[in-house]
C-alpha cells in the first residue's frame, strides 16, 4: 500500500500480489473433516465391490472358514478332541484362502489377473499341505528315534538330517516341472519336519502331537474345500478357457482396427468414438502379458475334478501352446500398430492399389479367429474352418500378386524414356512410397501363416479333448470335403 500527494489532494494505492488473492473458503470442523473422510471412505469401498463382486465373495468364504474352525474352541467335545493343536486348523484356513484377491478380468485395458482362490488353488494347496505334513512328521518321528538311540550321537544325526532333507526339498523347488506343482508342499515339508525332527519330546508324545496336528489340518483343509466348491466356485480351467477364447476375439477386433485404421480415407469423419477405435487396435496387448496366468491356470486347473463340459484329464497343458501361438499372431499386430504411425506419409494412391486385397485378408483373417472362439466357446469341432482356411490363403496368393504388378518408378535415362500408351497410362509409384505398405503386406502375410499354426494347435485341442462336430454342419451337399471357389 502506498500513497501520492498530487494538487492538495491524497491518493492511496493498494497493490495486491496474485497470491496473497486466494478464495478465503471457511475451515471445517473436526466433526465435518470425519464425516467427510468417512463418506468417501464407505464410497470408495462401495465401488470396489460392484465393480468385482467376486472380491466379496471371497471375503464371506474366508469368514465363514473361519467361523467353522472356531467352533473347535468354543465346543468342548471337540476341543477336548483336538486340545492346543486346534490353531493349526485356523492357520490352514489362512493360508489357503491366501491369494491374490483381485477380479478375474482386465484390472487395466491390457493386464489379466486370475480370480481370487479357484478350486485348483484350493485342492493344490490342501492336499501339498496334507501330505507333506503327515510325511515330514513321519520322517521327524523315525530320525528322531533314531537320533535318542544315539546316545551321544544324537545331536549330529538330527542336525544332519535336517541338513540333508532341508537341502533336497529346497533344490527341488528349482525344478520347473515340480515348482509347478508341488512348491507349496516343498516348503510345508521344510517347516514340519524341522519343527518335528527338533521338537525335544518324547517318541510317544510325539506321534500323540502328530496325529493331532494331522486331524486339525484335515479338518481345515476339508472345510476350505467345501465352501470353495459349494459357494459360489471359481474354476480355474474354466477361467482359463475363458482367457482363451476372449483373446481370439481381441486380437480379431485389433487386426481388423489395425488395417482399417491404416486404409482410412483422409477428410472423412467417422462417428466412431476415437477411444473405443483405439482400444479395439490395442487388444494385442491383452494377448502379450498373460503368459505366466496362462501357465499358473494351467497347473491349477490340472487338480481340479471333472465339472461342466471338462473332463478330469482334460488337455489343460494344450491351452498354454495355443497361447503361446496367439502371441506370435500378437507380435505382428504390434508391428503392424507401429506401421501405423510411420512418420513418411503414404500416397493415396499406393493405399488405393492395396486397400482391397488388404482388406479382404484381414476379414479372411479375422473371421478364422472369431471361428475360434467359437470352437472354445461351443467346445464343438467347426464344419467351416477348412473353407475359411482356404479363403485365406487365397486372399494371401491375391496380396501377393497385386504385390507383383505393382507399377515401381525406375531412373532411366531421358533417351530411352518411352511414353505410355493410353491403355497401359498409369501412374507410377517411386520405391520410398511403397516400401511402407509393403512392410505392412508382409506382415499381413506372415500373420496369415501364424494363424494357421494356431488353428492346427486348437485342432489339437479339439482331438485330444474329444470335441464333437459342430451340428450345424451342411446337409445334402455332396461337395462338403471341396474347397469353395473364390469369387
Known sequence: MASKVEAGKLEWRISVDNETTKRLVPKSGPSERIFIWLKGLITKTWRIGADDPAKVVHCLKVGLALSLVCIFYYMRPLYDGVGGNAMWAIMTVVVVFESNVVSGNYVDLYVYVSPPCTIGATFSKCVNRVVATILAGSLGIAVHWVATQSGEAEIFVIGSSVFLFAFAATYSRFVPSFKSRFDYGAMIFILTFSLVSVGGYRVDKLVDMAQQRVSTIAVGTSICIIITIFICPIWAGTQLHRLVQHNFIKLADSLDGCVAEYFKKRD????????????????????????????????????EPAHGSFNFRHPWQQYVKIGAAMRRCAYCLENLSICMNYETEVPDQVKKHFREACMKLSAASSKIMRELADILKNTRRSSKMDFLVFDMNSAVQELQETLKTIPIQTNKPEEEEEVPSAEDRTIPMTLHEVLPVATLVSLLIENAARIQTTVEAVDVLASLADFKQDSKKKTGDNNTNQPPLSS
Open 268 to 303: 472423412v469423419s467417422t462417428n466412431e468414438n476415437e477411444y473405443e477405435t483405439n482400444t479395439k487396435v490395442q487388444g494385442f496387448k491383452c494377448v502379450l502379458n498373460p503368459k505366466g496366468t496362462e501357465e499358473a491356470m494351467a497347473n491349477l486347473a490340472r487338480w
